[in-house]
Nanobody
C-alpha cells in the first residue's frame, strides 16, 4: 500500500511559478514509476510529466521547457517546478505512482493561474 499527499498548489498570476510536492508513504517510492497528471474543469485527466526508465523524464508538449520534474528518493518526495505559468495550466494536479499492480493517486492540489 502506498499513500500520496500533494502540496504546493495555490493561486498565482500568469508568468509566475509554483513548486508542487508529492510525499509518498511506504517502501516502493524508489522503485515506482512516478508522475504528475492534471484535470481541468470539464476536461479529462491528462499527463503532465512522469519518470520513464531510470531517471529519464517525459513531458507533455504543453509544459515542456516550463516545468521540471525531480525526485528525492531519500525523502520519498517528488517535485514539479512550474515556471512561466499560464491560465491554461489551471487544474487540479495529481501525483501518481505505479509499480506492478499498484496504481496509486493522491487527492490532488489545486493550481489556479489568474490575474
Amino acid at each position: 500500500q502506498v499513500q500520496l499527499v500533494e502540496s504546493g498548489g495555490g493561486l498565482v498570476q500568469p508568468g509566475g511559478s509554483l513548486r508542487l510536492s508529492c510525499a509518498a508513504s511506504g517502501s516502493i517510492f524508489s522503485r515506482a514509476a512516478m508522475g504528475w497528471y492534471r484535470q481541468a474543469p470539464g476536461k479529462q485527466r491528462e499527463l503532465v510529466a512522469r519518470f520513464t526508465s531510470g531517471s529519464s523524464t517525459h513531458y507533455a508538449d504543453s509544459v515542456r521547457g516550463r516545468f521540471t520534474l525531480s525526485r528525492d528518493n531519500a525523502k520519498n518526495t517528488m517535485y514539479l517546478q512550474m515556471n512561466s505559468l499560464k491560465p491554461e495550466d489551471t487544474a487540479v494536479y495529481y501525483c501518481n505512482a505505479r509499480l506492478g499492480w499498484i496504481d496509486a493517486w493522491g487527492q490532488g492540489t489545486q493550481v489556479t493561474v489568474s490575474s
